[in-house]
């Protein structure tokens, strides 16, 4: 059974850093496509940041420059960390990893229906 639990989560003030770790159970992180999506109240969950099995990076415009998303292979986690945070930034943030992936992956990154599997979410606030 796939177990995806991330953590990190918390609050800060603008400018300020956080980095997120999404740990998997049943579930080998290097060998696939996973992603970060946010979610803020009233809004749709949106994809922040996918990475495929090379650990080939894409990236949402908003976080261009500012998060970097990366694979620890040793604990077989899936890493997120947020520079220069912002108060649009402020959201519920989501691990998805996908059972498989092709080259449509690239395409649609950011669609939801490209993940299998998702964890319960980590609270990120930015005060302004």
């Known amino acids: 059974q796939v177990q995806l639990v991330e953590s990190g989560g918390g609050s800060v003030q603008a400018g300020g850093s956080l980095r997120l770790s999404c740990a998997a159970r049943g579930y080998t992180v290097s060998r696939s496509c996973m992603a970060w999506f946010r979610q803020a109240p009233g809004k749709e969950r949106e994809g922040v940041v996918g990475?495929?099995?090379?650990?080939?990076?894409l990236y949402a415009d908003s976080v261009k420059g500012r998060f970097t998303i990366s694979k620890h292979r040793p604990d077989n986690t899936l890493d997120l960390q947020m520079n220069n945070l912002r108060p649009e930034d402020t959201a519920m943030y989501f691990c998805?990893?996908?059972?498989?992936?092709?080259?449509?992956?690239?395409?649609?990154?950011?669609?939801?229906?490209?993940?299998?599997?998702w964890g319960q979410g980590t609270q990120v606030t930015v005060s302004s």
């Open positions: 990475i495929d099995t090379i650990d080939t990076p």
């Open positions: 998805a990893a996908a059972r498989w992936c092709g080259h449509t992956w690239y395409s649609y990154w950011a669609e939801r229906d490209e993940y299998d599997y």
